[in-house]
């Protein structure tokens, strides 16, 4: 029977059929359904995730609800938070119900589960019966795994689909009244894909931009310190502030606020919950210097998370930027030296170094990234240069750096271990900055 298996369903099918669903369905017979007791939601997209993630919980909680959030960084249950010890999104099907199980002990109303295109395509949140799918944006990403564009949007794609078939079913009755609809859709107007997703049956659709949709921002004010802009739904309208910049966040704001509204939260509960969000560690993280510049400590992977974050440094800073970069190794090889030419474009000073190898060379990753910083023109050695130890790369940033100067060092963000080729090491990214800071002050 296997091997008649084998050959009328392809390898990719098979693995997934038999391993990664059983194990999802396994998981919800031994937890008992538990995501059936409660809304969940889902928010997915190449970008913004994380910080969605927060934004959305902080808002619910400003909204006196009972929440608990389940992202890259920490997961927490009405406000008692632990850290996410592993590098992934979406953890095990199991552990995702056991969080589930113990959600529902606590009487919890409401999960915003950070949902990641590896997770969905493996079908590890089989059983959850997501209520509000949101989604952020779709680019260039995970192409190693997903191999095309089509078939990585497909699988940010299955959230919706898996949210149109609870909304089918009849709501269960511990769930009235804690949503406005059986089930809702947050869709982004500036993502490539928003007209495709928007066509998809649902009873609740919350759209959102910068400019345009049900949702959207006007008399936006960004600066290094934080964003003030009007928030506007439907008729409504009401100023809003929050510690973040960027208009990349002004957006993460916006779809997070669709997720709220979809669960009965007023505008001034997410004005509160913008108010009183304080950041995330590793995602836009500030560490001053006493010479006058800062540092920021940032997980930016992308050449779209990458354009975001110096874009928003660049509109509000008018001193010189020193940026570092590397890029991971075993995936997504081809977007290396977009990595390299979009940080040397916004920076005064460039460095390439190491960022976690895993069992690839080094210093080919390096050199593939350091390809793309030369292509923009710089001067090597006096704009642009490569320093392979990554803390040796990040001291230079620090001695240079002047009064009014920002050194962005991307890549890493929260995690505290690099996967080197010789092994794990341990590493906490804005410690080490905090600390050669110090040493150079």
């Not at 078939?151 to 609870?166: P, S, T, V």
């Not at 859709?185 to 049956?201: I, R």
């Not at 049900?214 to 409504?236: C, M, P, R, T, W």
């Not at 030369?374 to 230079?396: P, S, V």
Request: hydrophobic content about 40%; glycine content about 8%.
């Amino acid at each position: 029977m296997i091997n008649f298996l084998r050959k009328i369903i392809s390898p990719d099918n098979f693995f997934r059929l038999l391993w990664h669903k059983s194990k999802a369905i396994l998981a919800n017979l031994i937890y008992g359904f538990p995501g059936k007791k409660l809304v969940v939601i889902g928010i997915t997209g190449t970008n913004g995730k994380t910080t969605t993630t927060y934004l959305a919980e902080s808002m619910l909680r400003a909204a006196g609800k009972k929440v608990a959030m389940f992202s890259t960084v920490e997961f927490s249950i009405d406000g008692e938070k632990k850290a996410n010890p592993t590098k992934m999104t979406t953890l095990s099907p199991f552990k995702i119900q056991k969080f589930l199980k113990e959600c529902v002990k606590k009487d919890i109303e409401y999960v915003v589960l950070e949902t990641s295109s590896h997770a969905l395509h493996q079908h590890r949140l089989w059983g959850i019966p997501f209520r509000i799918a949101v989604i952020t944006n779709i680019t260039h990403e995970h192409l190693d795994y997903h191999k095309t564009m089509e078939k990585y949007k497909n699988a940010k794609k299955m959230l919706f689909e898996q949210m149109q078939k609870a909304c089918k079913k009849k709501t269960p009755k511990a769930l009235e009244g804690l949503t406005m609809a059986k089930g809702a859709m947050v869709l982004n107007t500036a993502d490539d894909y928003y007209e495709e997703f928007s066509q998809m049956a649902c009873p609740v659709k919350i759209s959102y931009g910068l400019d345009k949709g049900v949702l959207h921002a006007a008399d936006i004010n960004v600066n290094k310190e934080g964003s003030k802009f009007k928030l506007n739904y439907q008729e409504e309208g009401i100023d809003v502030e929050m510690n973040m910049t960027g208009t990349y966040n002004i957006e993460n704001a916006m779809a997070a606020a669709g997720a709220a509204l979809a669960c009965n939260a007023k505008l001034a509960d997410i004005k509160k919950g913008l108010k009183d969000f304080d950041g995330i560690q590793g995602r836009g993280e500030k560490i001053k210097s006493p010479k006058g510049f800062e540092a920021i400590v940032d997980f930016a992977l992308t050449a779209d998370s990458l354009d975001r974050l110096y874009k928003g440094i660049k509109d509000t800073n008018p001193n010189r930027i020193l940026g570092l970069i590397g890029s991971c190794g075993d995936r997504d090889f081809e977007k290396r030296p977009d990595l390299g030419r979009i940080v040397a474009t916004y920076c005064d000073i460039t460095v390439v170094t190491d960022e976690e190898t895993y069992g690839e060379d080094p210093k080919k990753i390096m050199d593939e990234v350091y390809a793309g910083a030369k292509a923009t023109g710089k001067h090597e050695n006096e704009e642009i240069y490569l320093i392979e130890d990554r803390k040796e790369a990040i001291e230079f940033l620090i001695k240079e750096a002047l009064e009014g100067d920002v050194v962005v060092i991307t890549g890493m963000g929260h995690f505290d271990k690099r996967n080197t080729i010789n092994g794990a090491i341990d590493w906490k990214e804005a410690e080490i900055v905090e600390e050669i800071i110090k040493q150079n002050a």
